[in-house]
């Protein structure tokens, strides 16, 4: 069963879980947690580790990847550390 659910531990932090922004969109959206709830800044060429709260639920041969959205890197200059996040099942 594929989805996405409240990690153990953050049952009691605003979780946001990933939704498609559009009918279109080829993913989802996921968002961080904030000890204030408010927007975070990451300063330029700082590097910072963000906690979603979320666990994804796939099948046992499937594969998650995580991108930075193409505007997002293009317009703000942001990046995974490693390119590409890749989450085994």
């Known amino acids: ?15 946001i879980l990933p939704t498609r922004g559009t009918k279109g969109s080829a993913g989802y959206d996921i968002r961080i947690l904030t000890k204030s709830g408010k927007p975070k800044t990451i300063l330029p060429f700082s590097k910072m580790l963000f906690d979603t709260g979320i666990k994804a639920c796939m099948e046992d041969d499937e594969v998650l990847q995580i991108y930075v959205r193409s505007s997002v890197g293009i317009k703000k200059g942001l990046t995974l550390a490693n390119g590409t996040g890749i989450i085994d099942s």
């Not at 069963?1 to 979780?15: H, K, L, Q, T």
């Open 1 to 15: 069963m594929r989805g996405f659910e409240i990690a153990r531990g953050f049952e009691d932090r605003e979780v």
